[in-house]
């Protein structure tokens, strides 16, 4: 790319296929392999990092050698959004990985979100709370694996370095950091250590966010930049947020965390999607008895805090990724005015100063219990075999 030293590459997580794939799962067992995945992490107690030699062909440089990228018409400045953090808990030791976009500020600052119910706020404020930095690397291009542990949301207590090994099927090869006493995984293209500085805040955005609108400045954590090094080759991986490279890998992970959630109290759960955005949530099940539906829609609630506020039932030959069927589905299968479950005054989505992400809505789209004979999705016999030559 012109003006800076390293090639750009983008959309490299934008499809559900590709997503699967990493998992080692088909389209629809995502969430159950997934699932199983975060399970057995959670059993395998930190044989995540396999210590290798630091790379002596590393090159040191500063952040201002990045290609700095401004995305959108009213963003405060050039930001990082593919940056992965990797921080360790200072009381407990147990790390983290999670992306939070950075804007850069200078070659020693960058300005970082971090949201309120993430990890790394609480590892933030556990730091804080002893008045001390936190030591942090930003991974920017990183392997499949660190990518999709760094959008997982896991149990407080469980690593995203072992959800990664586990993923990956073997230990993450890692050298030690430079001036941070953390693991850097080796396969890092461009790696910047550095320290959150305790107790100080400063102005953050405006940003072109995820949900589609301006996120407005904010006084949010300084990053203080302690080194910026690439491997020889790095390619550096940016993310247009809002994209289904932002989505796609998210709405995957939040879909398995719902599936695992209901999973585990309901029978019937088949296959849950985020898709096409984050807030809503569409679960197919195998209904088992009358009113299973709105049980798990009452369930699906309280799975997620943040997301999962329109939430959807399909039956089983449903495509729970297709929400436009699934409103089709809901408008044709009885009656709208029963089957709508709406909670008030319930707080959502954490970033919410005037309370819009409140409330939850359910929507029971299945057929009626019992009636299924009446709602056969119709077909037309030997379609696919049908060749318009022969007619025209
Ligand atoms: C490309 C991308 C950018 C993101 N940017 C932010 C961000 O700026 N701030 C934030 O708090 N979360 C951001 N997130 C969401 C969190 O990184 C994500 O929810 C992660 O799972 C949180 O990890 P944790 O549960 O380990 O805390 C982003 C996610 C993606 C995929």
């Avoid at 159950?32 to 030699?53: F, H, K, Y």
């Avoid at 807030?279 to 999962?308: C, K, P, W």
């Avoid at 044709?332 to 707080?347: A, E, K, S």
């Amino acid at each position: 790319m012109r003006g800076t030293q390293l090639p750009v590459v983008t959309n490299l997580y934008s499809s559900r296929e590709r997503v699967a794939d990493i998992a080692g799962a088909g389209d629809d067992t995502f969430c159950r392999r997934w699932s199983e995945l975060v399970s057995r992490a959670a059993d395998s107690q930190g044989a995540a990092i396999a210590t290798v030699e630091r790379p002596t062909t590393l090159v040191a440089g500063k952040l201002s050698d990045l290609p700095l990228l401004t995305y959108h018409a009213k963003d405060a400045g050039p930001y990082f959004t593919s940056a992965i953090y990797l921080a360790k808990h200072p009381d407990t030791g147990t790390p983290n990985l999670s992306f939070h976009r950075s804007m850069y500020v200078s070659d020693s600052e960058l300005r970082v979100r971090l949201g309120d119910t993430h990890n790394l706020a609480a590892y933030y404020r556990a730091a804080e709370a002893r008045d001390e930095p936190l030591e942090a690397v930003l991974l920017l291009g990183a392997a499949p694996e660190i990518f999709m542990g760094a959008c997982a949301s896991i149990p407080e207590g469980a690593s995203e370095l072992d959800l990664a090994a586990t993923l990956a099927g073997t230990a993450i090869a890692s050298y030690q950091g430079t001036t941070v006493d953390l693991p850097v995984p080796a396969s890092s293209q461009v790696v910047v250590e550095g320290r959150f500085l305790p107790h100080e805040r400063r102005s953050e955005g405006p940003f072109g966010e995820f949900l589609g609108y301006y996120v407005p400045e904010a006084e949010n954590p300084v990053f203080e930049v302690t080194a910026v090094y690439w491997q020889p080759d790095a390619v550096f991986h940016s993310i247009l947020c809002g994209s289904a490279e932002d989505h796609v890998p998210m709405q995957a992970v939040n879909a398995a965390k719902t599936f695992a959630h209901l999973d585990a109290r309901l029978p019937g759960i088949l296959d849950v999607s985020c898709a096409p955005g984050f807030m809503n949530t569409t679960i197919r099940i195998r209904q088992a008895y009358e009113g299973h539906a709105r049980q798990v829609l009452l369930a699906a609630f309280s799975a997620d805090m943040d997301y999962n506020k329109l939430c959807i039932v399909v039956d089983e030959d449903d495509d729970p990724a297709d929400i436009a069927a699934a409103i089709r589905a809901f408008v044709n299968r009885g009656r709208v005015d029963h089957r709508v479950m709406v909670i008030d005054d319930v707080p959502g989505f954490y970033r919410d100063p005037h309370r819009d992400h409140w409330g939850r809505v359910g929507i029971d789209a299945t057929r009626p219990f019992g009636r299924s004979d009446e709602f056969v999705k119709k077909s037309i016999p030997g379609v696919e075999d049908i060749d318009p030559d022969d007619y025209l």
